[in-house]
């Protein structure tokens, strides 16, 4: 029998960067957290400031192994998310997407909870289409390097969709696009955190090929609002929903405009380009709109301001 009926809420990868926003924001909301991570890429360091919290609770768990838990409400954030952390036990990555929402998909089932899983917008790989819309299939290399990733994620949403409907499970599935802000890991290799270290410190900023492929930058409190508003539609809207800043820069733009944030000399040293790099990337969120009543509201160079302020005080580099 359960002692409250505040929401018991299950976030796997909870003490990473976006897991770690979400179990505060969700715990300001006056919900009960069960944070789950194998600390692969995320830390204990994310979520100290809630272990007081009697509302609060830290496992260290892997998802690729099962979860008998009782909780109404599933986000499903576990799996490594920059390209050097994703690539560096390939195998293990892919294991954490299907196996991983298996077992989440599984658990969500025996307890009749609502999941959301983090899809990313990797699905649409090297896109032909501009910008990404839900119906777009994608263009991704299956052999790849990205690849245990990218089609890791897609396996997922087969099985979220599957599992709708062969067991009549409550899903939803978040398409995210780049997003940063504080705690993103230091050395995660993703470039909104490479580009802010590395001016911090005076190093070179490493432009990879020319500069000119383009992101759109979502800061992570936008983002944390999108997941709850989607997590909290009715049983019949199940996405793919698309979650991201419309707002598209070329890499070169962005380094430009860290350096003047920072007021950093740091030069631009060009790199080869990472294979299978997509070009361009652009989320059209006008189904977030019309469905979440939901669009991003920090501009970029407020999110850079917020986040180079995190870095001084916590990335060890000023
Ligand atoms: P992150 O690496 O900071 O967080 C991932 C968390 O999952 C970490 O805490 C890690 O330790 C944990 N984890 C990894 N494998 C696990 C396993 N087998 N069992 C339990 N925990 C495990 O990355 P993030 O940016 O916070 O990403 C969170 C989710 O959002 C990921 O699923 C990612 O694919 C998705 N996403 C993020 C972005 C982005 O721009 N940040 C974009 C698209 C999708
Ligand atoms: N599972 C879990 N927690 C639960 C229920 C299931 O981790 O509370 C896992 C279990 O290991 C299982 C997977 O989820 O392998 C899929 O469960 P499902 O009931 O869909 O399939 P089955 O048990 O028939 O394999
Ligand atoms: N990138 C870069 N320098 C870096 C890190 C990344 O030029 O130090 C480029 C990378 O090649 C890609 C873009 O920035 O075109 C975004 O890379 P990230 O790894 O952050 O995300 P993803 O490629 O998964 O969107």
Known sequence: ???????????????????????????????????????FTGSRDNVLHLLGNPRFELLRHDVTFPLYVEVDQIYNLACPASPIHYQLDPVQTTKTSVHGAINMLGLAKRVNASILQASTSEVYGDPEVHPQQEGYWGRVNPVGPRACYDEGKRCAETLFFDYFRQHGLRIKVARIFNTYGPRMHPNDGRVVSNFIVQALRGAPITLYGDGQQTRSFCYVDDLIEGLIRLMNTPDEITGPVNLGNPVEFTI???????????????????????????????????????????????????????????????????
Request: glycine share 8%; with cysteine; hydrophobic share 35%.
């Open 252 to 318: 070169r733009e962005l380094a430009e405009q860290v350096l003047a944030q920072t007021r950093s000399q740091s030069p631009l040293l060009q790199e080869p380009l990472p294979q299978d790099d997509p070009r361009q990337r652009q989320p059209d969120i006008d189904l977030a709109r019309q469905l979440l009543g939901w669009e991003p509201a920090v501009p970029l160079a407020d999110g850079l301001e917020r986040t180079i302020d995190y870095f001084r005080r916590h990335g060890d580099v000023a």
């Open 1 to 39: 029998m359960r002692s409250s009926s505040r929401p018991r809420v299950l976030i796997t990868g909870g003490a990473g960067f976006l897991g770690s926003h979400l179990c505060e924001r969700l715990l300001a909301d006056g919900h009960d957290v069960l944070c789950v991570d194998n600390f």
